[in-house]
């Protein structure tokens, strides 16, 4: 079974540029996540969707983070303009979406450098 | 509010010894636990989960971790550590929408 797939693995670009990252989650997984990890922390939920709907996003900085699922599959997630503390690896997870609790899945993630 | 705590940053032990991570968590209700490690450039594997019963659970790679409503407690167990296991290990608590809320992580190195 193919897991979750994030790209690019790596991107450098400098302040007030714009970025966008990609996931695929594993096929049938309806719930899908984007956590953000700054260095020396754990990840902090940044958005979830159950399929293309959104679920949570209380901690997304809706200023200049976007994100969509268009059709409930896979997921773009945006910053528009980026700042330097916007710098971090960004996770994606997903999971079958049933109720109760589930394991999360998480792709390699995608490390930003903002300079 | 919901959160997790690992209360050492960095352990170094040497190979072949026991090893335990601890974590605590603050949560009202009854809580769904994991312990997930992260090796350099990559995502985050799962190594066990906590969601209801025996309060001993085994995981992946010879882990363990008991849970201890009493203490808050999940603490991560290993009796015999490999070079392998170099990694950094986190500590999370299932949210109420299913998000999960992790603790700083434990870098764990292991001498030869």
């Given at each position: 079974e193919a897991g979750v797939a994030q790209?690019?693995?790596y991107k450098i670009?400098?302040?007030r540029q714009s970025v966008a990252f990609w996931c695929n989650p594993?096929?049938?997984?309806a719930t899908l996540y984007w956590y953000q990890q700054i260095l020396g922390q754990g990840p902090k939920l940044l958005i979830q969707f159950q399929n293309n709907g959104?679920?949570?996003?209380s901690q997304l900085p809706k200023d200049r983070f976007s994100a969509e699922r268009l059709k409930g599959v896979d997921s773009t997630l945006k910053i528009q303009p980026a700042k330097l503390e916007d710098s971090a690896v960004y996770l994606c997870a997903s999971s079958l979406g049933l109720a109760g609790p589930e394991t999360q899945y998480f792709g390699?993630?995608?490390r930003l450098l903002v300079l | 509010a919901q959160s997790v705590t690992q209360p050492d940053i960095h352990i170094t032990v040497s190979e072949g010894a026991s090893l335990e991570l601890r974590c605590n968590y603050s949560y009202g209700a009854t809580p769904y636990l994991f312990w997930y490690v992260q090796s350099p450039g990559q995502g985050l594997q799962?190594?066990?989960?906590?969601f209801s019963g025996d309060t001993l659970v085994q995981g992946i790679k010879g882990f363990e971790a008991e849970f201890?409503?009493?203490q808050s407690s999940f603490n991560l167990r290993k009796p015999s550590v490999h070079w392998s296991?170099?990694?950094e290990y986190f500590c999370a608590v299932g949210g109420s929408q299913g998000n999960l809320i992790f603790g700083k992580g434990t870098k764990l190195s292991v001498k030869p």
């Open positions: 790209s690019p693995r670009i400098e302040k594993i096929s049938g997984h959104v679920v949570d996003d390699p993630g995608t | 799962l190594l066990l989960k906590y201890k409503r009493s296991d170099a990694a």
